[in-house]
Nanobody
Framework: HLMESGGGSVQPGGSLRLSCVAS????????KAWFRQSPGTEREGVAT???????TYATSVKGRFTISQDTDAKTMSLQMTNLEAEDSGMYYC??????????????????WGQGTQVTVSS
């Protein structure tokens, strides 16, 4: 249902833009999010964007990452700047039908993409 793109390898301080596309119109009505996971760690929430456009960020990425969605809300993006080695990992997009759109809701019930790898290394 969800497909990510845009991952790759960059040096510290570099930028990448990730995108997530859904297969149907249902996506526009859902709360959307980006998560990431590094080997040996738990999946970590990065940012959310609601169908009303309301946005939340994890503290670790505030001021460096920007989440957005197209006007039809069928495509979601994550612009990542000033990347650090700690930002490396597999990045996943997710969609959840929920009245409260934030990183604390029950994301284990969400639709998930397959992930795209981000590597930040010198």
């Amino acid at each position: 249902h969800l497909m990510e793109s845009g991952g790759g390898s960059v040096q510290p301080g570099g930028s990448l833009r990730l995108s997530c596309v859904a297969s149907g119109a249902w996506y526009s009505r859902y709360c959307k999010a980006w998560f990431r996971q590094s080997p040996g760690t738990e999946r970590e929430g990065v940012a959310t964007i609601g169908r009303d456009g309301m946005i939340t960020y994890a503290t670790s990425v505030k001021g460096r990452f920007t989440i957005s969605q197209d006007t039809d809300a069928k495509t979601m993006s994550l612009q990542m700047t000033n990347l650090e080695a700690e930002d490396s990992g597999m990045y996943y997009c997710a969609a959840l039908y929920t009245s409260s759109c934030n990183l604390q809701v029950r994301w284990k019930d969400a639709y998930w993409g397959q992930g795209t790898q981000v590597t930040v290394s010198s």
